[in-house]
C-alpha cells in the first residue's frame, strides 16, 4: 500500500522524477463482496487494458523520446492501479534519464506490478509503430438504433436483462456506444462503449440496452462497471460463455479497457481502439 492519500479528486503536484511512491492501489475485494463474488474462485478471466499516451522520458544525452504504452493488470491482482496515480506517476518519466526504451519499459512494469500485486505486461510503441495505432469499432450487432422508453439511470437494474425463451442457442456479438457512468469520488462522468458476446439462449436487445443504460448515475471505477455486467449477465440470463469488454474514453492521457470472460470462451482480446478514444 501506498504511503500517499488517494489523490484523486484532490490537487496534486506532478513529480519532477520517477516516484513509484504516487502510485495507489485500489483493493479489488469490497466491489467483489459486493457482487458475491469469491475473490479466491473468480468467475471469470480477464484483464485491465491500460493504454497511456502522453508517455515521454529523456534518452542518455538528454533528448526527449515519446512511447505510447499499453499495459494489462490481470484481474485476478489483489488491487487495481488508481488512474489519477498513475497519471502522475508516468508524468515523472518526463525529466528522467533512461539509456533505452527497454529500461523504462522494465521499470514501469516492476513498479505497477508491486502496486497491484501480480505481474503487469507493458509494451511500448515508439513512433514508427503509431500508425498502426488506429480506430476499429467493436465488431457486433449494434443495440443503440432501438426505439425505447427509458427511465432508469441511477443503478444498475438486472432486472431488465432477460432472454428469449423456447429458442435455439446462439453465439452473438451485442454493442453500444451508450454506455456512461460515473467517477466514484469526483462524480465525473466515464463513457464507454461495451461489447457483449455470448453463447446462449438469444438476449433480449431491448432489456440488455435499458441495462446498460440504468449505470449512467451509477459511480464505481471501470473494472467494478464491468465485473458487475458480468456477474449480472450470467445471472439472470446463464449462458454458457460470456464475454463483456468496456473500453473508456481517455482521461489525463490514459485509457482504461476492462475485459472478463468465462475461463476458457475466448483468448486474449485485441486492444482495439475506439474511434473515439
Known sequence: ??????????????????????????????????????????PFAGADIWNAWELS??????????????LRVPCDSPNLVESKSLKLYLGGYAMTHFEDMHAVRVRVARDVSTCVGAEVEVVLREPAQFERLRGADFAGESLDEQVLNITDYAAPDARHLRTQKQARIVEESLVTRLFRSRCPVTG??????????YCGMPMDRAGLLRYLVSFREHPDFHEACVERMFVDISRQCAPQALLVYARFLRRGGIDIN?????????STPANLRDVRQ
Open 188 to 197: 465525473q462522468p466515464d463513457w464507454a462503449s461495451v461489447q457483449i458476446r
Open 57 to 70: 522520458w529523456l534518452d542518455a544525452r538528454g533528448k526527449p523520446c515519446i512511447a505510447v504504452a499499453e
Open 258 to 266: 476492462p475485459w472478463r470472460a468465462t475461463p476458457g470462451f475466448i
Open 1 to 42: 500500500m501506498s504511503g500517499h492519500a488517494n489523490p484523486l479528486g484532490r490537487e496534486a503536484a506532478y513529480p519532477i522524477a520517477v516516484d513509484p511512491s504516487v502510485l495507489f492501489p485500489v483493493a479489488r475485494d469490497a466491489a467483489r463482496a459486493s457482487l458475491g463474488v469469491d475473490a479466491a474462485a473468480l
